[in-house]
């Protein structure tokens, strides 16, 4: 069964507007991370925003913020104010802690395009 | 500056071959990660690391193997086994204790293209 699910396979977004990417995740465990990471054309990973299961507080980081609704296994993340820059790929991923690992489960990702 | 080294960026193979990416780190990070990308797809995990001269199959270990003989170090060896090689390889470390807080970080990645 798919543990992350994103299902937005590509988005638009006026620059300056905020826009909300959609990260459903299926885990039995207690205790699990949730993460946001951006990936530009050139490839690289670039690490967002964390969410632990046990955090009260939405997290937020600067421009970012995570709307996490545990009971509705969703953890969006929202962009404010959005900048040409931001276009790229979303990766939501979670990390179970079924066992000792720290592996992620990756979504397969939004493609977002800010139109000027 | 601190970070994750991953060479060459661009490796172009013959159907056959055997061949080794490599992938440092100098963040004093115990695990270390292999991930594979296909277009337009998210990443899925090859083989990890959690401590030196050990590590685990990923989801799709077929086709490659790793060692750890150093904390540094987690060269990935793509082999003739592999049936599609061709893909974007991401090598990426994390601290292996503490809490569930414990992002991984990237390095720029391989291109791996099997002519």
């Known amino acids: 069964a798919q543990k992350i699910t994103q299902t937005q396979p590509g988005m638009f977004v006026q620059e300056k507007e905020a826009v909300t990417l959609d990260c459903t995740y299926d885990t039995s465990d207690q205790s699990y991370g949730l993460f946001w990471y951006k990936q530009p054309s050139s490839g690289e990973m670039i690490f967002l925003i964390y969410q632990g299961s046990y955090d009260e507080q939405n997290a937020t980081e600067g421009r970012y913020s995570l709307n996490f609704q545990k009971a509705r296994k969703s953890a969006n993340l929202v962009i404010s104010a959005s900048q040409l820059g931001d276009s790229a790929m979303y990766f939501c991923?979670?990390?179970?802690?079924?066992?000792?690992?720290?592996?992620?489960?990756f979504g397969s990702g939004t493609r977002l395009l800010v139109r000027p | 500056d601190g970070g994750i080294t991953q060479s060459p960026k661009y490796l172009f193979r013959k159907e056959g071959q055997n061949v080794t990416l490599s992938c440092e780190q100098n963040l004093n990070h115990d695990a270390m990660y292999w991930y594979r990308q296909d277009p337009g797809q998210g990443l899925r995990l090859i083989y990890y690391s959690q401590i030196v001269n050990d590590f685990q199959k990923g989801d799709i270990a077929e086709g490659y193997s790793v060692s750890r003989e150093k904390k540094e170090s987690f060269p990935l060896t793509v082999t003739s086994a592999q049936k599609n090689p061709t893909a974007f390889y991401l090598c990426?470390?994390?601290?292996?204790?503490?809490?569930?807080?414990?992002?991984?970080?990237f390095g720029p990645g391989t291109r791996l293209t099997v002519l």
């Open positions: 991923a979670m990390r179970e802690h079924t066992d000792s690992s720290y592996k992620l489960i």
């Open positions: 990426a470390s994390s601290m292996a204790s503490g809490g569930s807080y414990n992002e991984q970080f």
